[in-house]
C-alpha cells in the first residue's frame, strides 16, 4: 500500500514537473540563474530549444550576459531564437494589419468611428417561430434576438468594417454553429451529416437587415409550403457590401450606398444552412445605425 502510494506521489509530482516545463518562459534572467547554477552547457541549450523564449539581445544585454559567464552557444541560440520571435512577430502584423497600419491583435469584426477600431461583440440567436400560413399560404419562419437594440449603435451612414481572419482554430474563421467556450471567438465547430463548414472570407457572411417587433429585433428566415421548403432569406433583409483584402488575413467591407437607421447583424452563412428551426445558441455580431 505504501509501495503504491509512493508511486502516485512520484508521478502526480512527475507530471507536474513536465506540465511545468512545458509553458516554461525563458529570458535574460533565467539563462543567467541557470549558468550560476552550474548546469551544464548542453542542459542549457536543451531547455531553451524545449520552452517559449523571449531574448533581450541589445548591445548593454549581451555584455550582461557575457559578465555572468554565459557560454557563447548559450549567447547564439539565444540570438537566434529571438530572431525567430521578431519574424514571426512581423509576419503577424503584416498579415493582420489596414491598409492604415493599424495591426489587429485577436480575430473578429470591427468597425472604425472616432478615430478608433471596435470589435463586435457577438450574440445568440434566440431562437425561431413558426407562422402558419392562411389558406394555401406557405408557413414562413421568423428568427429572433433578444432585445431592439444592439449594444454598439453606430453614428455614421456608411461605416467602415473589417474582417480580421486567423488561421488559427480560435478565431474568427470557425464562426460557424454554437460556441461553449468562454472565448466568444473560440467558436466550436458542430457536425452535421458528417460535415463542417468553415468561414476563409467576408463573403462566407450575410449583413441582414432587422425588423424591430414586440421588444426583439427579427428577420424571416425561411418557408415550407406544398411546393416545398426554402431556407433563402428574402432579399429585402440582405444588404449587399463590398470587400477588398488589405492584407493577409484582413478585408476591409465597404457599401455602395449609406445604411439606413435601424439594427443590423452580419450572420455566418453555413450557420444558415444548417441550423435546426430553434436556431438557439448560434451566433450573429449585430450593430445599430443610429436615427
Given amino acids: 500500500m505504501r509501495k503504491l502510494l509512493f508511486i502516485s506521489v512520484l508521478t502526480f509530482i512527475t507530471f507536474q514537473a513536465i506540465s511545468q516545463s512545458k509553458i516554461d518562459t525563458l529570458k535574460n534572467s533565467t539563462i543567467i540563474k541557470l549558468t550560476k547554477s552550474k548546469l551544464p552547457e548542453s542542459v542549457i541549450l536543451q531547455k531553451m530549444n524545449k520552452s517559449v523564449c523571449y531574448f533581450d539581445v541589445s548591445t548593454d544585454a549581451l555584455i550582461k550576459l557575457r559578465d555572468n559567464n554565459v557560454s557563447d552557444k548559450v549567447i547564439e541560440l539565444m540570438i537566434t531564437k529571438q530572431d525567430e520571435n521578431d519574424a514571426r512577430q512581423e509576419t503577424q502584423v503584416s498579415n493582420n494589419s489596414n491598409e492604415k497600419n493599424h495591426s489587429f491583435n485577436e480575430s473578429g ?11 463586435l461583440d457577438p450574440t445568440n440567436i434566440n431562437g ?32 467602415v ?8 482554430k480560435k478565431s474568427l474563421n ?3 454553429q454554437r460556441s461553449n467556450s468562454d472565448n466568444y471567438m473560440d467558436y466550436i465547430l ?6 463542417q463548414g468553415q468561414a476563409i472570407s467576408p ?11 414586440k421588444g426583439n429585433r427579427q428577420f424571416n428566415s425561411g418557408s415550407i409550403g406544398a411546393f416545398g421548403a426554402s431556407t433563402s432569406i428574402p432579399g429585402k433583409y440582405i444588404v449587399n457590401f463590398k470587400y477588398e483584402r488589405v492584407s493577409g488575413n484582413t478585408y476591409k467591407i465597404t457599401f455602395k450606398e449609406e445604411l439606413k437607421p435601424g439594427e443590423y447583424c452580419f450572420m455566418y452563412s453555413g450557420d444558415h444552412q444548417t441550423y435546426d428551426r430553434s436556431g438557439s445558441g448560434i451566433k450573429i455580431f449585430d450593430f445599430g445605425i443610429k436615427q
Fill in 109 to 119: 469584426i470591427y468597425f472604425f468611428e472616432n478615430n478608433k477600431y471596435t470589435k
Fill in 128 to 159: 425561431t417561430k413558426m407562422n402558419p400560413g392562411v389558406m394555401y399560404a406557405p408557413t414562413t419562419y421568423t428568427t429572433m434576438i433578444d432585445g431592439v437594440e444592439a449594444n454598439y449603435q453606430i453614428q455614421e451612414t456608411n461605416p
Fill in 203 to 213: 463573403n462566407d457572411f450575410k449583413l441582414i437587415k432587422l425588423d424591430k417587433k
Fill in 161 to 168: 468594417f473589417y474582417f480580421n481572419f486567423d488561421p488559427a
Fill in 174 to 176: 470557425n464562426s460557424n
Fill in 190 to 195: 458542430s457536425m452535421r451529416n458528417g460535415s
